[in-house]
Each structure stands twice: as structure tokens, then as C-alpha cells.
């Protein structure tokens, strides 16, 4: 992603930020590092310090750590929540903070940045809040503008970044450029020809919405809670994912929903901690939206030949260190000869490619060649009874799509199995 540091700078000199950290290092440090694009900045040693600054004053962004004395994040975070639910909150956390996700996602607080900080990630982070801070400004002082759907209306709101589209009695009334590219369409007109319902673009999986017309759509978002107001769709082979957020146009029976791109967020639950691959569950659901296009699906498997041996001999740990070392090279590979293919973690010494492509058995004998790399084997192994033969073992194998997924889940372990 490319960032506009200027515009960022511009952004953040108009933003407030409440920074809440307990170690003195990272504290000052970290303020430093904000401060090259935010002016007010205040900081708080403790959740209870942070939530008595916060009810002193507005903030646009509170950045907080989680594990802190006297009263931790979380517990802050609920107490701000709890006066105004619509507050940006930024949390740094660190891996062993993992537990603690599925309690921020319920208080919705959907933007994190792992310690030690990546400073690229951290600004580019820093980018989206503001620049989502600006187009919720920006979308204030449009909404009376594109109730009237306007040619100054139209317009404005076609500078705008996150796709706009104005539903009337549940037909697309109105809809600007970077909705029309959401949709992959030219022009409004097409639009409204070929795309009458919305929810044709959504792929159907648990946990997101999933609509047949747009009023079945209006009444999800009407009943759901926000949190819940999550899509998927498929575009150029990848999954995104979109927040929808909707408003109820006064005394009309209009809608003016906005779509942002969530993906990397929410990806950052779809990987695995150790290897960083895509973990089980977001393969699965990558394959259930593929199995819908394809009679039958080909995919590739990988693991290593005995390596249980390395968690007898060694320890999990250095069984975990060669998982992560072989993921990484098979990650290379695929990156070098199907950069567009998927690349997923399914459980411990197993891996799978989803090639996207006919031609991929180059990338099938590149996975052979790799030479698996497991530390300290001394003598008294040669001796031993345990086989040491730690090699690359890669099949290509075609799956039934007509199965379901927990059939196609169980064919695929199996094939694991044998290899």
C-alpha cells in the first residue's frame, strides 16, 4: 500500500491521540515515532491514568497496550466504549496477548499492531485511522448532499475512496467510481443493468453476510449488530473482506451504505502463529468458495518425511523451528514460480498450494528439491533405531468438489496420510 506521508501529516496534525503504555522505554519511544505526524499527543501510564485523561477530553484515536497495571486494556477500553461506542481504538499487543482477541472483537475493536513494532505497518495503520477519521467527515458533510443526487453531489462523493451506493425503495439509486470498481463496472448505467441486487457479489460463507436482493440485505444490516455487517468477495483470485455501514436517510425509504476494505485486518486472524501461512480454518473456507466454480479442484500437499522424529529426539521447540524454517522455503518458492497461487498451514508438517493455474508442475518438482533443514543431529542418531531421513514429500492430487467440505476435509487428510 502506498502512503501519502504528507497527507498523512496534513490528517494528523488535526487528529488527537491518546497513548496509553506502562513500559517508560516504549513509551517515549513510541511517542517520538507518533509525533512525526500527530501535534496532540497525551499520554497515560496505566488504563486507569489513560480513562481519567479520556473522560477529561475528546480523543480522535486511543493507542493502548493491553497488559497493564492497575487497570489493563481491556478493561479501559469497555469503560470508553461504554461512553462513546463509536471511538477509534488502536491496540498494540503482543503475540502471548493472543487470548484476549475474541474479547476486542466483541467490544469491536478491530485494529491491532504486534510488538516489537514493524514501523512500516504501524504507519500504514496509522494512514487508514486517519484517513478513515477524514472521509467520516467528509461523509457527514456529503449525506444531505447525496440525498438530492445532485451532479455536485455525485461529484464530491466520487473523490471519496470507500465505495458509496445510495439504495430508494431497494433499487440502486445512485453510486460513485469506487463503487463502480468494487463491482468491476464501468459506468453507473451498467450498473444498474447488470447488478439489480448487491448481494450477487457476496460469497455465501458462515459468519458474513449473505443476501439474495437488496432488501434482504437492508433488513440484515437493520438486525444485525455492526460488528456482524462483514462481506466476502472474490476478486482477481483473492478473497477481501468489507465492512458495511449504513444510514437510514430521514423520512424516506432510502439507504446510503459504504463499503471499506477490512481485509488485512481480519486477516491477521486467518494466520497461523508460528509459520504465519494461512491457517486451517481460512484455507477451508478459501477452498468451500472455489468448490463453487469447479467440478474438481487441484491442489498440492507437502510435509516433511519423519518428522515426528525431531519432537522425539529434540523437543517440540526445535520441531516448531524446522516447521517454521520449511514453511518459509516453501513460501519462497511459491512466491518465485506461482505468485498468485494460495498457500495454506493446516495443521502440524502439513501444507497446502491451491495453484490457480493448469500449468503448475514446475512449482511441484521446485517443492521436491527442497532440503529440509533440522539443527544439531548428532552421532548417537545414527546408531539409533529412529529414522533420520528428513526429506520433502509433494503430491499433486484433484479433489471432488461436489463432496462437502467436511468430506473434501477428510479426503484431503487422508491424502496426507499416504504421502
Request: with cysteine.
Amino acid at each position: 500500500m502506498e502512503i501519502n506521508v504528507v497527507k498523512l501529516k496534513e490528517y494528523g496534525k488535526h487528529c488527537s491521540v491518546l497513548y496509553v503504555e506502562d513500559d517508560e522505554i516504549i513509551r517515549d519511544q513510541t511517542k517520538d515515532f507518533i509525533g512525526r505526524f500527530f501535534t496532540d499527543i497525551v499520554t497515560a501510564v496505566d488504563g486507569k491514568e489513560g480513562l481519567d485523561k479520556y473522560i477529561s477530553r475528546d480523543f480522535d484515536i486511543v493507542i493502548t497496550d493491553i497488559n497493564m497495571p492497575n487497570m489493563n486494556g481491556i478493561e479501559m477500553i469497555r469503560a470508553i466504549k461504554e461512553r462513546n461506542d463509536e471511538q477509534i481504538v488502536l491496540v498494540t499487543s503482543a503475540h502471548n496477548d493472543s487470548e484476549y482477541l475474541i474479547e476486542l472483537v466483541n467490544l469491536e475493536v478491530m485494529r491491532f499492531v504486534l510488538k516489537p513494532f514493524n514501523n512500516k505497518q504501524f504507519i500504514i495503520m496509522l494512514y487508514k485511522i486517519v484517513e478513515e477519521l477524514n472521509q467520516k467527515m467528509e461523509h457527514k458533510k456529503l449525506q444531505h448532499q447525496v440525498v438530492t443526487i445532485s451532479k455536485k453531489a455525485q461529484m464530491i462523493v466520487d473523490h471519496i475512496d470507500v465505495g458509496i451506493v445510495l439504495l430508494t425503495d431497494n433499487v440502486i439509486s445512485m453510486a460513485n467510481q469506487a463503487f463502480l470498481k468494487f463491482c468491476g463496472f464501468d459506468s453507473f448505467e451498467t450498473l444498474q443493468l447488470e447488478l439489480p441486487e448487491i448481494g450477487v457479489l457476496f460469497e455465501e460463507a458462515n459468519g458474513y453476510i449473505s443476501a439474495s436482493s437488496n432488501a434482504s440485505l437492508i433488513e440484515q444490516l437493520n438486525t444485525l449488530d455492526k460488528s456482524q455487517h462483514i462481506i466476502k468477495i472474490v476478486q482477481d483470485n483473492k478473497t477481501k473482506k468489507y465492512q458495511i455501514n449504513s444510514t437510514k436517510i430521514e423520512d424516506e425509504e432510502s439507504y446510503i451504505l459504504s463499503f471499506s476494505d477490512v481485509t488485512l485486518m481480519h486477516n491477521q486472524f486467518n494466520l497461523d502463529p508460528n509459520t504465519k501461512l494461512n491457517n486451517k480454518r481460512f484455507t477451508f473456507e478459501k477452498i468451500d468458495v472455489l468448490k463453487q466454480n469447479s467440478a474438481m479442484l487441484d491442489i498440492i500437499i507437502i510435509r516433511i518425511k519423519n518428522y515426528n522424529n525431531i519432537t522425539q529426539w529434540y523437543g517440540k521447540d526445535d520441531a516448531v523451528a524446522t516447521e517454521i524454517d520449511f514453511a518459509q522455503t516453501i513460501e519462497a518458492i511459491q512466491t518465485l514460480k506461482m505468485e498468485n497461487s494460495f498457500l495454506g498451514h493446516i495443521g502440524e508438517n502439513k501444507f497446502l498450494i491451491l495453484p490457480f493455474e493448469e500449468n503448475f508442475q514446475e512449482l511441484v518438482e521446485s517443492l521436491k528439491s527442497i532440503q529440509v533443514n533440522a539443527t544439531n543431529l548428532n552421532k548417537e542418531h545414527l546408531d539409533s533405531d529412529v529414522d533420520f531421513n528428513l526429506s520433502t514429500r509433494v503430491r499433486a492430487i484433484k479433489v471432488d468438489t461436489s463432496s462437502s467440505i467436511n468430506q473434501m476435509e477428510v479426503e484431503i487428510f487422508n491424502e496426507f496420510d499416504t504421502l
